[in-house]
């Protein structure tokens, strides 16, 4: 029933820019917390930054603070991650993610759902 598909991905050279987009399904999709987070060969998925339900507070790794910026658009039922000033470090899968809006609870919690990833290469 409910979907997220991620999209935006690609290979970029060193200080340049990419918009990932979420693309939800899923009439409540609007009501829930959406999360980005990244996995490089080798490592852990990490959080990256994140939005609550409301759109009134995000959250972001210190890795990513000031350059990446989440948002959403409720009605496209979409949500946006834009990347700026991209690192060779930045490079992983970046999946999407979605959990019944929260108010109190830290925007770093679990998530739920999960899309299948979309792959962010830079090159030095």
């Known amino acids: 029933q409910r979907q997220l598909v991620e999209s935006g991905g690609g290979l970029v050279q060193a200080g340049g820019s990419l918009r990932l987009s979420c693309a939800a399904s899923?009439?409540?999709?609007?009501?829930?917390?959406v999360g980005w987070h990244r996995q490089a060969p080798g490592k852990e998925r990490e959080f990256v930054a994140a939005?609550?339900?409301?759109?009134?507070?995000?959250d972001y790794a210190d890795s990513v603070q000031g350059r990446f910026t989440i948002s959403r658009d409720s009605a496209k039922k979409t949500v946006y991650l834009r990347m700026n000033s991209l690192k060779p470090e930045d490079t992983a899968v970046y999946y999407c993610?979605?959990?019944?809006?929260?108010?109190?609870?830290?925007?770093?919690?679990?998530?739920?759902?999960w899309g299948q990833g979309t792959q962010v290469t830079v090159s030095s």
């Open positions: 993610s979605a959990r019944p809006g929260t108010t109190g609870d830290r925007l770093r919690a679990a998530y739920d759902y």
């Open positions: 939005i609550r339900w409301t759109g009134s507070s995000t």
């Open positions: 899923g009439r409540t999709f609007s009501r829930y917390d």
